[in-house]
């Protein structure tokens, strides 16, 4: 589904709609206020898509609804290879994790399992909410970049591997990489599904 709606517009929480930010407005904003926003409009599931390569979704390791387990690293992976509900994520307002609709005892989190935050270019991992990953698995988004990052590294966003707008190919890991390094493949699309 090619997304149509502006990221930065308030939308129906109900409504299955795609939303997208121009690659224009990466720059445009910092973060909004630190926390769960109420105005996110990840109140349901949703795929993640990067601005670079709308054809790659975000995915817990794997190709189908198995789940993943501890430690395993998402990968970037054709959305047309159906990976099932590992690239269906739902977003905790409570406590700001992210989940699959596979998995929702597992958390994404920034590479570690405490509050160290992480560095630049390591892969994020897919961990157990409750083996404490910390700070490092409560994200924030920011509706008008389209970046994701964590509440203990908000300097470092979530990216397809690379560090421009080239995009990334199957199964590469992705990236939690300086903002200021990763162009377009640290602004996210997002389709909402429900």
Same mark, same amino acid.
């Given at each position: 589904? /090619?997304?149509?709606?502006?990221?930065?517009?308030?939308?129906?929480?109900?409504?299955?709609?795609?939303?997208? *930010?121009?690659?224009? +407005?990466?720059?445009?904003?910092?973060?909004?206020? *630190?926390?769960?926003?109420?105005? +996110?409009? #990840?109140?349901?599931?949703?795929?993640?898509? @990067?601005?670079?390569?709308?054809?790659?979704?975000?995915?817990?390791?794997?190709?189908?609804?198995?789940? /993943?387990?501890?430690?395993?690293?998402?990968?970037?992976? +054709?959305?047309?290879?159906?990976?099932?509900?590992?690239?269906?994520?739902?977003?905790?307002?409570? /406590?700001?994790?992210?989940?699959?609709?596979?998995?929702?005892?597992?958390?994404?989190?920034?590479?570690?399992?405490?509050?160290?935050?992480?560095?630049?270019?390591?892969?994020?991992?897919?961990?157990?909410?409750?083996?404490?990953?910390?700070?490092?698995?409560?994200?924030?988004?920011? #509706?008008?970049?389209? *970046?994701?990052?964590?509440?203990?590294?908000?300097?470092?966003? #979530?990216?397809? *591997?690379?560090?421009?707008?080239?995009?990334?190919?199957?199964?590469?890991?992705?990236?939690?990489?300086?903002?200021?390094? /990763?162009?377009?493949?640290?602004?996210?699309?997002?389709?909402? @599904?429900?």
């Amino acid at each position: 589904m /090619t997304p149509s709606l502006s990221l930065i517009m308030t939308i129906a929480v109900a409504a299955v709609v795609s939303v997208t *930010r121009s690659s224009s +407005s990466v720059d445009a904003a910092g973060p909004l206020p *630190r926390g769960v926003h109420s105005n +996110s409009p #990840l109140r349901g599931s949703f795929r993640l898509y @990067l601005d670079a390569d709308p054809s790659m979704c975000l995915v817990a390791e794997g190709n189908s609804a198995a789940g /993943t387990v501890n430690g395993k690293s998402p990968i970037f992976w +054709s959305c047309a290879d159906s990976p099932g509900d590992n690239a269906i994520w739902e977003y905790d307002l409570v /406590t700001g994790h992210l989940v699959t609709r596979a998995n929702r005892n597992q958390c994404l989190g920034a590479r570690g399992n405490n509050n160290g935050g992480t560095n630049s270019g390591n892969s994020p991992i897919f961990w157990s909410c409750a083996g404490s990953p910390g700070s490092n698995a409560i994200w924030e988004l920011d #509706l008008v970049t389209g *970046r994701v990052f964590t509440d203990e590294k908000r300097t470092q966003c #979530l990216g397809g *591997r690379g560090a421009g707008t080239q995009g990334v190919v199957n199964g590469a890991n992705p990236i939690f990489w300086a903002c200021s390094n /990763t162009g377009s493949n640290s602004a996210w699309n997002v389709e909402i @599904l429900d």
